[in-house]
């Protein structure tokens, strides 16, 4: 294993011997040696059911995983100290080339304490492509896309239980001070009706207007034309049609592995609520399957859901729809069967 002078970054940096130990098993825990085939960069908002999609990924021979690497609430994106805040990964920050950097030294394995947790689900000692989860940079998918030589997975889910799934937005005031983001897709008037909503209304209208706010700029006023976009939904009821084409725009082998992590729990299922957790002992597949399609659908009431919908026709993002469970047909594969009334 070649060793560079930043690949022990960050597990040094810390007093506490126990994590100083942890990262580094981690640091000696992979071996990569890139292949021919492109990296996936897998973007989502928060809850979107972004893990389970990795771990999918993951279930390939040879892949390793980096599970947002730019979460600056994690440990060891804090020892490396490339990004120590959530302002740091805004537009207003200008850090694109560190950014990039960054991701082509991951690419590289030099910074061995970033590496997966050994012996967590589908961890590989001997990996040759990479799977980055991100719920930042949104600004920066096609930069990241073209100076990494990488492939952009999108990951859409419903905002509704995206937003009651999340106890945290810890980015949503920058984006209500941003002027990257003001200046450029949103108008004086409707900022304003923004902050009120954000300042006086609930957790779920604060949760739609930081969806939104998270996806803006990828699903409205960026170049997607060599995206793919995968839906939560259709992938959680249509897994053989998703994987399929996952497997075959991301060049993936082995789509049987795929299927069968489809139905394994991911590894933050303690995140979920108790409701969850019982949906998930259902051994009955399809079952469980509809269940966790339509368990959010009891949490809200009719004018919880109008009011919802009322606030994305601020941003006039129409990836969903009241009264429509599925996202826009522009992004499905195969959306002749979903209907919800079928549910």
Sequence with gaps: MQMTNNYLE?????????ESFKGLIRAFSNIHHQGDKKNIFLFATPR?????????????????????????????????????????????AEREEDIIQYLRELSNNKIGVMNPTPFRKYWNFYTKRIVFKIHELEHLINPIKEKC?????????????????????PRLDLYLN????????????KIIKIKNICETGSKLEQGIIAWCLENILPLKYS???????????ELLLKPYTVCHVMADKLELEREDLMLKAVDVPSVNIDMSGIHTKKILQDRDTERRRIKMF??????????????CFEIMDLFKIDAYTYNNYFANARYLHDDTTLKWDQY
Excluded: C
């Design 10 to 18: 960050g597990f040094m940096s810390t007093s506490n011997f126990g």
């Design 48 to 92: 979107g059911g972004s893990t389970w999609v990795m771990e999918i990924l993951s279930s390939q021979p040879g892949m390793k995983y980096y599970d947002e690497p730019f979460s600056v609430r994690r440990p060891n994106v804090q020892k490396v100290s490339r990004f120590k805040k959530w302002e740091d990964l805004m537009p207003e």
């Design 149 to 169: 030589n990488g492939q952009i997975l999108y990951l859409l889910r419903h905002p509704i239980p995206t937003s009651l799934s999340r106890n945290v937005l």
């Design 178 to 189: 941003s002027d990257f983001y003001s200046k450029r897709y949103l108008t004086p008037e």
């Design 223 to 233: 170049d997607t034309s060599d995206w793919l976009f995968v839906t939560y939904e």
């Design 294 to 307: 339509t368990k959010w659908k009891n949490a809200i009431n009719d004018g919880d859901e109008e009011r």
